[in-house]
């Protein structure tokens, strides 16, 4: 089956909580996999909360690199005032700036 790969930032991300609502139940299908079942493929969904360019990008780079059958690949990209890199250990750090402000 083709796969559907998708990063971005908490519009995309499975695991969404909301800072404003912590108490909200966010466990609703996020429009990935609606897509992916809508269109037939198998759905990689990358999105994480506060995700910059840096993170979609590499995430969907390493992604597709080292999978088979792709089929459809969607770049979610975010708010420019967001920065993230990689850490040694692979994981991602995440970080947001005022608008207007310099880093």
């Known amino acids: 089956m083709k796969k559907l790969i998708v ?11 909301s800072v404003f609502h912590p108490e909200l139940d ?10 992916a079942e809508k269109i037939g493929m198998e759905c990689i969904n990358l999105g994480k909360c506060g995700a910059g360019s ?3 990008y590499n ?9 088979s059958d792709v089929g459809l690949v969607i770049a979610a ?5 967001r920065r993230d890199w990689q850490r040694p250990d692979n994981t991602w750090r995440i ?7 310099s880093w």
């Open 7 to 17: 990063s971005g930032c908490s519009w995309c991300d499975n695991n969404f909580i």
């Open 26 to 35: 966010c466990s609703w299908p996020k429009w990935p996999e609606m897509l």
């Open 54 to 56: 840096e993170y979609i």
């Open 59 to 67: 995430s969907l780079l390493e992604t597709v690199t080292h999978t």
């Open 77 to 81: 990209w975010s708010k420019s005032e």
């Open 95 to 101: 970080n947001r700036c005022k608008k207007n402000s």
